[in-house]
Every structure is written in C-alpha cells, then in structure tokens.
C-alpha cells in the first residue's frame, strides 16, 4: 500500500453522495409524490450514522499520530475550517429563504443565545429541541461531529495504548445515557424539556460510539492493507467486487430490519423506549456500515472502481454542500411553490441542489477551507503573530482594491478584480460556470409559474359550472372567491378556484387546505402560494388557483376547511357560506367534492 498522502480513498468519497441523498429522501418523501411508494420501514436517516463511522475512520486513516501542540492545533483548525464556513454561509441562506414564521423553532429560551450557539456550532450541545433543531435543522449533526473532532485527539491516543479502549469508554457513555433516559421515564421526544430524543440520538456523547468504531475499522484496514499497494489481478477484482455486494447487502438488508428489531426490543426492561430509540437510528445499522467502510477503502472491486470514477467523486465532494443545503431549499419549496409536487418538480428540486451544491463547493468552501484554516492555525499557536498577520493581510488587500478604483477607475477596477480574485477560484472555464448559473435560474423561474389569467369569457366557464362548490364569496378586503369547482386526477383529486381581485395589489395571500375528521380535527394541510412568481393585480383581474389533494387522504376526510393568508395581515374572513373559526374557515362537506368531481368527469 503506498502512504497515506498518495493513496485516495475515491470510493469512500463518492459513498458520502449516497449516504447525503439518502438523508434527503427522508426529508422530502412526504413532499414529492413519486417517493410516496418508498416503504415506511426504511429509517432514512441513519445515513447520520454512516457518516460518522466514515468520520472516524477518514480522520483515523489521514491522522495516524497528533503527538504534539503543532499538530493538533493544525488538525482542529483544519476541521473546523471544513465545517464552519459552509455552516455559516448556508444558515444566512436558511434565514434568506425560510419565511419568518418558520425559520427557527421559538421557546423560552433567548433568540440570541439560540443564534449564537448555532452559529458557533454547540448547539447539539444543548438537550432541548429549541438549540439542537434550530434554524438549519439537520445541521445537528455537524454541531455533534464538531465535538468528535475536539474529542479525536484524546481518543487516538487511548487507542494507540489499546484498539478495545474508545470502544469501552464511548460505549460505557451510550449505555449511561439510555439507563438514565429510561430511569427519569422521559418522552421519545418535546417541544420544551429533554427528552430521549435529545439525549441518544442528538447528544454527542451518546453518538461518539459510531464516531469511535470508525475509529476502530480505520485500525482494521491498516492491519489488512497489503503494503505492495493496489496491484490487482482479475480473481482478485473478482473476489473484492463479492465481497462488496455482500457488504452492501448487509447493511441493506439491517436497515431493512431496523423497525422490526426496534419494537421487538422495546418490550425489554434493560432496553426499553430510549435502547429502541438507540437501536432504531445507531444500533442496528453501524455494524453494516462499518464493514461497507472497511471493504470499499479498499477501492479493488468493480463497484468501488466505479465509484472512483471523476463524477461520482465528485458528487462526493459536494456532498456536504448538498447535506447543508437541501433543507432550507426545501423548506423553500414548502412555504412558496407547494403544488410542484410531481416527479418533473422532484428531478428539477434535485437538479437545483446539485447546481447550488457544487456552486458552494467551488466558490466558498474550497477557498475558505484553505485560507481559514491557515488563519486560524497562525492565531492559536501564536496569537500576536497571528493576528498580525490576518491585518496584514487585511490591509494588503485594502491597499489594492482601493489603488485599483482610484487608478485605474470604476469599470477596469471590476474587471481587475474579477480577473485576479474570483476567477482563480474556478479551474474550469468561466462558460461553464456560467452555463450552470443559466441552468439554475431556468429551473428556478420554471417552478415559479406566474398566475394563471382568465379572461372574462374563460371564467364564465367555470362559474356556469353547475358542480359548483362556492360562488361569489367575498374573502377580507381584496379578494372575491368566484367559485370552485373539482375534477379528478389518478391519485388525486384538484380544486380550481377562480379568484377576482377587488383592489391594485401584489399578491401575497396564500391558501391553506385542511381536511377534517367527523370531529372537526385537523388531520392533513396542503398550501399553495397564489403567486409563486411575483404578480401584480389590479380591480376586476380574474386569475386561476389550482391545488391537488392526496386521494387516500380525502376519502378519510368528512369536511374540507379552506384558508387565506395574506402576508403581514394573517387570516382573511369570508363573507357567506358555511364556516367555523370566526368565519375566518369556509367548510366544504367531503361528499360534495367527490360527487362533484365524479360528475364532471362523465361529462368531460
């Protein structure tokens, strides 16, 4: 095997990808309807799991030794160069995106402290929903293996004096924290005290486990690792390709089963509610994915080399990116265009990540990963020089940017800075980077449809419809609710509501659908943003809104209530028609709808 420095583990790089979408698909299956069929016993998220396996292994593989102040000081600034800009960047991006309401979870605690344990990256730290899911929430865990990062050193070092030594202490700690969970009788999870929730599967002591057996496997692999490098011949790729799908299998097949050794050992007195919780998003799977680590670091069999290929490593190498990304894009796509749901909107949401991903990826956090780290390691081995160095620096630049718009004027000073700071940051051409921001906006202006006009003669037709479920309901001050009417689709069922404006306004209402169980209970919401593209109406303009309802959701529903919103107003009240809630919910009975959309399918 060739050193460390020359040997790159490509196909454990291009495995981070996998395991990053799959953490996506659990977020957004609810949201996209050709990921409903995805089977309910799959817990998507314990590719969290995987990633910190993969961790401790990477870091235990490339830091073999930190013996001394200089190299740990190098290690953890190197780490926290890699975490914190991307961190940072895509929290201002979550706050940008995320509507007011919604960007965070609010409790008792000050916003502030909340913000800026976020920000510095401990807010895992802290056992109580409103720090550790705050803002950007799947960032968690980065908050989680952050700490795995300033505990590294310390287990290295127990683990040189004995492999068995991480493994005991980070273990000892699981079993604490669930013994304690249980003991207290605490709830699986709350919006305001600790829960088994924050004491298992977010807190970082009860994590370190996975992070140290990767620590482990890493230890492993040096022992199997032939020291004549990556000689392969045919009955060997055969071999490791074997032993690959094996891995593979396995670990598909534990996650598989997850649920079902989860509840089976729930019932047990020693494992109980917080031992199933552990067992449910750790406990099963690590084994799998610590032997898929173990065997694809290899990088000798046909599926590790296939992985190794530039596009999969690179897809790798954006994967944190697409981690960070995806939520608050998601959440985007759930506040402002919640009806581009079909597979076209699923691949065009994915699309847009990749583009996003990879824009992050070249423009900051390669470049700040460099320069920060360099930054930080200069200030924390000697502060004074350190420092001095960063306003050197600093004023180095100054010095130019200012030389170059007083000398050379406005225009030839951007072009200069152009040329020599954000160039070099991209090694392929420009055209291509510029190409992929043309890609990214298309995709982005085609799910912002603009609203759909009517003519007077076009709503005619729907307000003569004689399956009419609402006519000529007033809605606050600016809108009138011409009718609605129904048809159906093949899993779903569509209200089209004719809308007329009674005042010149942009439109900043948004349309809430409920379905109610026979007790007026709210058991399912589906939104749509009147305008995901901004528009402008003035008195008299008719416009078209349709919104689509999940069938098997419907047909469980006695009565749909129906909601406006208008931005920096709240709740609209209707005029007339059957409605709860102060007038503020106009009721539609279930029954009708469905007769109504039958009907008007017969006569189409």
Known sequence: MTSKEQTKLDALTALRFAAAFLVVLGHSRNDFICLAPMPDRIVFNQAVTFFFVLSGFILTYVYPKLTNKTSIVSFLSKRFARLWPLHAAVFAMHKALVVKALVTIYGAAPLSLVTAANLLMVHAWVPLVQFFFSYNAPSWSISTEFFFYLCFPLLLLAMRRAFWLPLLITGA????????????????????????????????????????????????????????????????????????????????????????????????????????????YSGVPFIGFSLTVLVFAFGRGLIAKLLSTPPAVLLGDISYAVYLCHYPLLMYRRCFIPQA?????????????????????????????????????????NPRQGLDKAASWCRLRWSMIRYAFISLGFEKACKMLFRNVVAPQFKTSLVWRALEVSCLVLVIVTLHPAITRLSSSQAHVFMSHRNSLAKDISV?????????????????????????????????????????????????????????RPATVQPGDLWLESISIPSDQLNKAQQVGLIVVKENEGLMPFSSGNTDMSSLRLLVPVNAILASAKRRAISM
């Open 173 to 280: 700690l699981v079993v604490f924290f669930i013994s304690v969970a249980n003991w207290l009788q605490l709830p699986v999870s709350h919006e305001s005290r600790v829960s088994i929730e924050a004491l298992v599967y977010i807190n970082p002591l009860a994590r370190i486990f996975e992070f140290a057996v990767g620590m482990v496997t890493a230890l492993v692999f040096e022992k199997l690792a032939s020291p004549t490098g990556h000689k392969a011949d045919k009955r060997r790729t055969i071999s490791f390709t074997i032993l690959e799908v094996i891995a593979l299998a396995f670990t598909g097949i534990l996650m598989y089963c997850t649920m079902d050794v989860s509840h089976a050992a729930e019932t047990l007195p020693f494992i109980g509610k917080a031992g199933a919780c552990w067992l449910k």
């Open 341 to 381: 749901n079909s597979t076209s909107a699923f691949i065009a949401f994915v699309a847009i990540l990749l583009i996003v991903s990879h824009l992050f990826y070249i423009v900051l956090e390669k470049p700040a990963r460099r320069y920060i780290a360099m930054l930080l390691q200069a200030t924390l081995l």
């Open 476 to 532: 606050g001050n600016g809108l009138q609710l011409e009718t609605v009417v129904t048809r159906s689709g093949s899993n779903s069922t569509h209200l089209d509501f004719v809308w007329k404006s009674r005042q010149a306004e942009r439109l900043h209402y948004y349309l809430f659908v409920h379905l109610l169980d026979e007790k007026g209970n709210k058991f399912f919401e589906q939104s749509a943003n009147f305008a995901p």
